[in-house]
C-alpha cells in the first residue's frame, strides 16, 4: 500500500495525518527558508523594524497576537544579558526578582483572560458608533499617523499613571524592582498594560514619560536628562522588602484606600485618589520637591542596617560591663562623627546638625578616656 493510501479513504475524505508524514511530503527547502524569513521579521520587531505593508489589517480579528511572537525572543535575550553580564565579570541577574518579575508578567496575562473582551467590546463600539472618519487601513500615511498618535496618548497615559494616585497604585507594579535588566520590563500590573521605567532619583521623579519619542518630553516639559556622576537608582522610593507578586500588585492600592479614609472632607479625600503620590492637604497636586523623599542607594541602605544593628548590640555590651565595649562605641562615635562631616545632609535642619556633631564630638572624646583606662588596666594585668 502506497503513502497516500494510508492518510485517504476510498472516497477520498483525508484522514489527519501524522506530523511525520506531513513532514515528509512538505518541501523541506521551502519550509525552511519560510520559517528563517519570519524568524527575522519577528526578531526586527523587537527593534522596531516593521514594514507597515505587513502590520496593516482591516478587521480586528486579523491582528496576530504580537506578545505571543515576542516571548520565545525575549527569553533569548535574556539569555544573551545573563552571558555578556558574565564575560564582562559584573554581577548576572538576581533569580529571585527575575523570578518576581516573570511571575508579574504571568498574572498580566491572566489578567488580560478577563479583561481583554471588555477592552476589545469598548473599542469595537466607539469605532462603530462614535468615530469622526474612517482613514484608509492600507495606506502609509493612516500607519504613520497612528504609530504618532498612540505615541503622544502614550506619553499622557503614562504621565497620568504616575501624576494620579490612584493609578499610581497599579503602576508601582512596574517600578518595584531594584534592578534594570530585560525581566524588569515583565513587572507589569494585572490591571495595567502601559508601562516604561524611570529611576527614583529626586530629580527624576514625575519626568520622562515617553514611550518611544523622546520629543514628548521637551515638548511638555518633563524631561529629565541624566546627571554624570550620579547613580542612576531603580525600583520605588520607598521600596517593599517582598518577593510576593501579590503583596506588590496589591499594597500600593491599600495604602491609597487608607490615604483616603484619613482625609477629613470629600475635597480632601477625593485629592487622596486623583492627585499626585505626594499630594498632602494644603501641598500642589503633585506634591513639594523638598518634601519627596530621594531613592536610597542599596549600598547606603545596607550600611545603615548594619550600623544600626552594631550600635543596639554594642549597647547591651555595655550594660554588660563588657571590657572592649567602649572601644566599639568610640569607633562608632568615631564612624557617625565622620559622616556628619563628610556627608550630604542638606535635607536636616542646619540646627539639628550642629547639635547632633557637637554630641558626638564629646561623646567620641568621652568614649576615648573610657578606652584609655581599660587597656592601661588590661596593661597592668599582663605586668603582673
Known amino acids: 500500500m502506497e503513502m497516500d493510501d494510508w492518510n485517504s479513504t476510498s472516497n477520498g475524505t483525508e484522514y489527519v495525518r501524522s506530523v511525520f508524514v506531513k513532514l515528509a511530503n512538505e518541501d523541506l527547502e521551502s519550509r525552511i527558508y519560510g520559517g528563517s524569513l519570519m524568524a527575522l521579521k519577528n ?35 535574556i539569555l544573551l544579558e545573563n552571558v555578556l553580564l558574565w564575560l564582562e565579570k559584573k554581577p548576572a541577574m538576581r533569580i529571585n526578582d527575575s523570578i518576581t518579575s516573570i511571575s508579574h508578567g504571568v498574572l498580566q496575562q491572566c489578567g488580560r483572560l478577563i479583561w481583554r473582551g471588555a477592552e476589545g467590546w469598548t473599542y469595537i463600539y466607539i469605532y462603530e458608533n462614535f468615530r469622526l472618519f474612517e482613514a484608509p487601513w492600507d495606506s502609509g500615511y493612516t500607519w504613520y499617523a ?20 490612584i493609578f499610581w497604585a497599579q503602576h508601582q507594579v512596574h517600578h518595584s524592582s531594584e534592578d534594570y535588566n530585560l525581566t524588569t520590563a515583565l513587572r ?45 537608582i531603580y525600583g520605588l522610593v520607598y521600596n517593599q ?10 499594597f500600593y492600592t491599600i495604602y ?29 497636586r503633585l506634591g513639594l520637591d523638598s518634601e519627596k523623599p530621594n531613592g536610597m542607594n542599596p549600598v547606603v541602605v545596607f550600611g545603615s542596617v548594619v550600623y544600626i544593628i552594631a550600635s543596639l548590640t554594642n549597647i547591651g555590651l555595655l550594660f554588660e560591663n563588657k571590657p572592649y565595649a567602649c572601644i566599639l562605641e ?13 556627608l550630604d545632609f542638606s535635607d536636616i535642619n542646619g540646627n539639628i546638625l550642629v547639635a547632633a556633631e557637637i554630641f558626638f564630638l564629646a561623646s567620641t572624646g568621652f568614649w576615648l578616656i573610657q578606652s584609655l583606662k581599660i587597656l592601661q588596666i588590661n596593661a597592668k594585668y599582663k605586668i603582673k
Open 43 to 77: 526578531l526586527g520587531r523587537m527593534f522596531y523594524v516593521i514594514d507597515p505593508s505587513e502590520t496593516s489589517y482591516r478587521t480586528t480579528q486579523q491582528v496576530p497576537n504580537f506578545i505571543q511572537q515576542a516571548v520565545p525572543y525575549f527569553f533569548i535575550f
Open 146 to 165: 497612528a504609530a504618532l498618535g498612540i505615541d503622544f496618548c502614550y506619553y499622557w497615559v503614562h504621565r497620568a499613571c504616575h501624576e494620579v494616585h
Open 188 to 232: 507589569q500590573s494585572v490591571l495595567q498594560g502601559w508601562c516604561a521605567f524611570v529611576s527614583s532619583n529626586l530629580y527624576c521623579l514625575d519626568k520622562n514619560y515617553g514611550g518611544v519619542l523622546i520629543i514628548w518630553d521637551r515638548i511638555f516639559g518633563t524631561f529629565a536628562e541624566e546627571r554624570e556622576g550620579e547613580e542612576i
Open 241 to 250: 522588602p517582598s518577593f510576593n507578586p501579590i503583596h506588590l500588585q496589591s
Open 256 to 284: 491609597v484606600f487608607k490615604k483616603f479614609q484619613a482625609m477629613k472632607n470629600w475635597k480632601h479625600k477625593l485629592a487622596a485618589v486623583f492627585y499626585g503620590p505626594s499630594w498632602k492637604p494644603g501641598k500642589p
Open 330 to 342: 568610640l569607633l562608632r562615635c568615631a564612624l557617625l562623627l565622620t559622616a556628619l562631616q563628610r
